[in-house]
């Protein structure tokens, strides 16, 4: 009777492990068919789901909200203050909206994936997430090298920039720049989405980066890998070889200059926006110019999170801080409001 019963558990725990094998492999099988199947895609995210990453979360939070606040006080000063009607403060109010539509793409997505568990984002989500994100990140070198040239112009050729920096050279400057960069989104967007993918969704990312997006394809990429080199090439190494030349031309022609006012004047305006120029230019460059074999999901994503979130809270701060036209609005328009409080 006891042999009987020991044969009988024994033979029970055969069939319950053979159970659980058949069930891991029809979940596997399941998964692979999702994988297979569904459109969607998975957004592995910037931190992990502890306590830890909660609180780099709200890190993230408070530099977006500060990054939102301090780009709509530029493009709200430029629109009320007269003063601030000037070609450069034109173009600053232009580089503060992208970079306000730089944020609304990718934090409140990261955001709300992991405060919510989620992270799946859809086929045509990702398509819009991508498009803008590489729309902006193109015309905003296309932007800041207008405003190279704003500055060359106006200290090289101070006789002729009424007419070379008219308003109406600035807004086909600016729309010049949004076309360009729109067509080229459009052009990798498209690629991207159209490549098969025939392995795991899951994109070791925060957002639909394309170049995150290509180790999941099933077919060789080399073709993208090509136009990514000539895009960022077009898009940002020319433009900022085309900055250096023009504020070398710009520092060669302030360095002999007689009146020091002046001098202290365009150093400190070129300084600004140089600063600004390779906060942009320096880790766009770094990240898309690299070998795939030289790159890795952590780096590119530490990367990301600087031109995408710190960066857009960056530049409002040092070009109000280092522009006396701004400081001189933000004193008016902070003495309005006090007198009508009063």
């Known amino acids: ?27 596997e099988k399941e998964q692979c068919k999702w994988n297979q199947t569904s459109d969607d895609f998975i957004l592995l995210g910037l931190f ?18 500060l990054a939102s606040v301090g780009n709509s006080a530029m493009i709200y000063l430029k629109r009320l203050d007269a003063w601030l009607h000037t070609p450069m403060c034109f173009l600053l109010s232009q580089l503060s909206l ?20 989620q992270k799946g984002i859809s086929f045509l989500g990702c398509g819009v997430q991508s498009s803008s994100f590489l729309t902006m990140a193109c015309s905003e070198g296309l932007l800041l090298a207008s405003m ?36 080229n989104s459009l052009a990798h967007t498209v690629y991207a989405l159209h490549i098969p993918y025939c392995r795991s969704r899951a994109i070791n990312h925060f957002f639909c980066d394309v170049p995150a997006m290509l180790p999941l ?13 000539v895009s960022t090439s077009l898009f940002l190494l020319f433009p900022f070889l085309g900055i250096t030349a023009s504020y070398g031309r710009v520092l060669f022609a ?20 140089l600063t600004v120029v390779t906060f942009c ?41 280092r522009n006396k036209e701004v400081l001189g609005a933000m004193a008016r328009v902070f003495g309005i409001f006090s007198s009508m409080k009063q």
């Open 1 to 27: 009777m006891d042999l009987h019963i020991t044969k009988s558990t024994k033979l029970a725990k055969v069939l319950a492990t053979a159970d659980l094998d058949v069930g891991d492999q029809l979940q």
């Open 217 to 229: 394809a099933c077919m060789g990429t080399w073709v993208y890998e090509y136009m990514v080199f």
């Open 281 to 321: 230019y320096a880790p766009f460059v770094y990240t898309y110019l690299r070998p795939r074999n030289l790159r890795s999901p952590a780096e590119d994503k530490i990367l990301a999170v600087f031109y995408t979130i710190l960066t857009p809270m960056l530049n409002p701060i040092i070009c109000s801080l």
């Open 148 to 183: 190279a040239y704003d500055r060359y112009v106006a200290i090289c050729h101070p006789l002729h920039y009424c007419i070379c920096v008219s308003k109406r050279m600035c807004v086909k400057m600016i729309v010049g720049s949004w076309i360009l960069g729109s067509i």
């Open 254 to 273: 302030v360095y002999h200059m007689r009146s020091r006012d002046g001098r202290k004047k365009a150093f400190t305006t070129c300084s600004t926006h």
């Open 98 to 117: 992208m970079d306000l539509m730089y944020l609304s793409t990718t934090a409140p997505k990261m955001v709300f994936n992991f405060l919510s568990g």
């Open 48 to 65: 992990p789901p502890n306590r830890t990453g909660l609180l780099l979360l709200f890190l993230i939070v408070l530099i977006f909200f």
